[in-house]
């Protein structure tokens, strides 16, 4: 998975997908191990004497220096670089048989690239954000049926719930010779699948609606080991666990709380290919770790952990590109690894096991189609069992098991590119289908109009109702209109 997200499908729910509280490895063999190891991919971007050409599970957006969102020409052969983006979206939202909800959502952000020094890069992304009417979480929450908490804005009026100004990303790239160290707020993307990635457990889940294209920035040291025949051993520790929510809480100051990742990538029968290992912790406990229901307030935290074992591949099969990626959670007992857990029946491949598998064929006039078939394990079998606040939570994108994602883009006089896109949850047979239509105006200037289209059987996931959430419709039709300025 690239910083670059399919547009139409990956976006504004917050989340992480990463699970974990306390484990089975000790503290000091995890920063042992992990000083061994090696930096996301993007830190070889940096470095392209290095690089062995891959662009499957590569930071790139920031690599490739204006890229999309500005002509960074300017900058050409200096030491430095500025560009960015600014964007406007109106959002109309159709909610079953109630009148349509309008809204509007802003978005800036604001890139910058240093080079001090040939070996060192200094990287910068500030992000602004202010979300109006349905384009507001806390107002899309309502408009579903869900009461999130009024009395949260009421007793915490000196903060702004409709804009927001963060600094997303800011770190450091040094290279030592094989040894590439990067350190700050980085964006981690590991995987190659183009909607599910089962190996990336950092990273906040995306949603059916919504525009952002960056991987979201986390705290973490990465190192890259370099071998000489062109394979590198790669790894991070991060220091945000996912469900913290921005929450300054006690147990993250403790080892066992932070998710970090191991992999060996390189290239066989010209296929790149990665192997990895992974541990995702998720916070499920109090907001801010306490439950203020009671007085005095209580300390209410909860710690889920998961370990797993991590494949990539992505190469071309003749004319196809084609590309797999898998992860198998590994037996646990709490959050501790044991693999005498077998025995239980709640344990099957068939749960433990996430794969994506996909192809890819791109005509001579650059139409490409794009087919995804994914198998969640750790999501529902059946339409009964869904659970709703794995999504509303951000803790994953869709609720289901078994999924197909179908994708086609293309240029058409020149100035226009279309795309079209549907996602099926293959067990309870509903669809959510999505549209796409950028104008150039300039170079640096486009029109932008979308469609997300959900629908199904009642009690399916798309159809928004399920049997969970009485009185609750998660997905509405939505169509957008915006316009984007990069510089």
Same mark, same amino acid.
């Given at each position: 998975?690239?910083?670059?997200?399919?547009?139409?499908?990956?976006?504004?729910?917050?989340?992480?997908?990463?699970?974990?509280?306390?484990?089975?490895?000790?503290?000091?063999?995890?920063?042992?191990?992990?000083?061994?190891?090696?930096?996301?991919?993007?830190?070889?971007?940096?470095?392209?004497?290095?690089?062995?050409?891959?662009?499957?599970?590569?930071?790139?957006?920031?690599?490739?220096?204006?890229?999309?969102?500005?002509?960074?020409?300017?900058?050409?052969?200096?030491?430095?670089?500025?560009?960015?983006? $600014?964007? =406007?979206? *109106?959002?109309? #939202?159709?909610?079953?048989?109630?009148? %349509?909800?309008? +809204?509007?959502?802003?978005? &800036?952000?604001?890139?910058?690239?240093?080079?001090?020094?040939?070996?060192?890069?200094?990287?910068?992304?500030?992000?602004?954000?202010?979300?109006?009417?349905?384009?507001?979480?806390?107002?899309?929450?309502?408009?579903?049926?869900?009461?999130?908490?009024?009395?949260?804005?009421?007793?915490?009026?000196?903060?702004?719930?409709?804009?927001?100004?963060?600094?997303?990303?800011?770190?450091?790239?040094?290279?030592?010779?094989?040894?590439?160290?990067?350190?700050?707020?980085?964006?981690?993307?590991?995987?190659?699948?183009?909607?599910?990635?089962?190996?990336?457990? $950092?990273? =906040?889940? *995306?949603?059916? #609606?919504?525009?952002?294209?960056?991987? %979201?920035?986390? +705290?973490?040291?990465?190192? &890259?080991?370099?071998?000489?025949?062109?394979?590198?051993?790669?790894?991070?520790?991060?220091?945000?666990?996912?469900?913290?929510?921005?929450?300054?809480?006690?147990?993250?100051?403790?080892?066992?709380?932070?998710?970090?990742?191991?992999?060996?990538?390189?290239?066989?029968?010209?296929?790149?290919?990665?192997?990895?290992?992974?541990?995702?912790?998720?916070?499920?406990?109090?907001?801010?770790?306490?439950?203020?229901?009671?007085?005095?307030?209580?300390?209410?935290?909860?710690?889920?952990?998961?370990?797993?074992?991590?494949?990539?591949?992505?190469?071309?099969?003749?004319?196809?590109?084609?590309?797999?990626?898998?992860?198998?959670?590994?037996?646990?007992?709490?959050?501790?690894?044991?693999?005498?857990?077998?025995?239980?029946?709640?344990?099957?491949?068939?749960?433990?096991?996430?794969?994506?598998?996909?192809?890819?064929?791109?005509?001579?006039?650059?139409?490409?189609?794009?087919?995804?078939?994914?198998?969640?394990?750790?999501?529902?079998?059946?339409?009964?069992?869904?659970?709703?606040?794995?999504?509303?939570?951000?803790?994953?994108?869709?609720?289901?098991?078994?999924?197909?994602?179908?994708?086609?883009?293309?240029?058409?006089?020149?100035?226009?590119?279309?795309?079209?896109?549907?996602?099926?949850?293959?067990?309870?047979?509903?669809?959510?289908?999505?549209?796409?239509?950028?104008?150039?105006?300039?170079?640096?200037?486009?029109?932008?109009?979308?469609?997300?289209?959900?629908?199904?059987?009642?009690?399916?996931?798309?159809?928004?109702?399920?049997?969970?959430?009485?009185?609750?419709?998660?997905?509405?039709?939505?169509?957008?209109?915006?316009?984007?300025?990069?510089?």
């Amino acid at each position: 998975m690239t910083e670059t997200e399919p547009r139409g499908l990956q976006g504004r729910v917050s989340g992480q997908p990463a699970l974990r509280t306390k484990a089975g490895i000790p503290a000091g063999v995890v920063f042992i191990a992990f000083t061994l190891m090696t930096t996301i991919t993007w830190a070889q971007e940096i470095q392209d004497d290095w690089s062995s050409g891959w662009s499957d599970a590569v930071e790139s957006e920031s690599a490739a220096v204006g890229g999309e969102h500005g002509d960074s020409s300017a900058f050409a052969g200096t030491a430095a670089a500025l560009y960015g983006y $600014v964007e =406007t979206i *109106g959002v109309t #939202q159709f909610p079953s048989g109630d009148s %349509p909800a309008v +809204g509007s959502s802003t978005r &800036a952000r604001l890139k910058g690239e240093w080079h001090p020094e040939e070996r060192i890069t200094a990287r910068v992304e500030m992000l602004y954000e202010q979300q109006l009417g349905i384009a507001n979480g806390l107002v899309g929450l309502n408009s579903a049926g869900i009461n999130p908490q009024p009395e949260i804005q009421a007793e915490n009026q000196q903060d702004d719930f409709t804009q927001s100004f963060t600094v997303d990303h800011v770190y450091a790239i040094v290279n030592l010779d094989r040894v590439d160290v990067s350190l700050g707020r980085m964006p981690i993307a590991w995987g190659v699948g183009y909607v599910f990635n089962p190996t990336d457990r $950092v990273n =906040t889940a *995306g949603s059916l #609606q919504g525009s952002e294209e960056e991987t %979201p920035g986390t +705290g973490a040291v990465s190192l &890259a080991f370099h071998f000489p025949f062109a394979w590198s051993l790669e790894s991070y520790l991060a220091f945000e666990p996912g469900g913290t929510g921005g929450a300054a809480l006690v147990e993250m100051s403790q080892a066992d709380n932070l998710p970090f990742g191991v992999r060996l990538r390189g290239n066989v029968l010209g296929f790149d290919l990665s192997l990895s290992a992974l541990r995702g912790v998720w916070y499920s406990g109090e907001a801010g770790g306490y439950d203020i229901s009671v007085d005095p307030a209580v300390a209410a935290e909860k710690w889920e952990v998961d370990y797993r074992l991590g494949a990539d591949a992505i190469g071309n099969i003749g004319p196809l590109g084609a590309y797999v990626e898998a992860a198998l959670a590994l037996p646990q007992t709490g959050n501790e690894i044991d693999f005498g857990a077998t025995r239980d029946s709640a344990y099957s491949l068939e749960r433990a096991l996430d794969t994506v598998v996909g192809l890819e064929y791109i005509t001579r006039n650059d139409v490409s189609f794009k087919v995804e078939y994914a198998h969640l394990g750790g999501g529902a079998a059946h339409k009964d069992s869904y659970d709703p606040s794995r999504v509303l939570s951000g803790r994953a994108i869709t609720m289901g098991r078994d999924y197909l994602f179908l994708y086609a883009s293309g240029i058409v006089a020149e100035f226009w590119e279309l795309t079209f896109g549907t996602l099926g949850n293959l067990r309870d047979g509903s669809v959510v289908l999505t549209h796409e239509v950028i104008y150039d105006i300039r170079d640096n200037m486009e029109l932008t109009a979308s469609a997300t289209v959900p629908f199904g059987k009642r009690g399916s996931e798309y159809d928004g109702r399920v049997s969970a959430l009485d009185g609750v419709d998660l997905y509405a039709t939505e169509v957008n209109l915006g316009v984007r300025v990069s510089f």
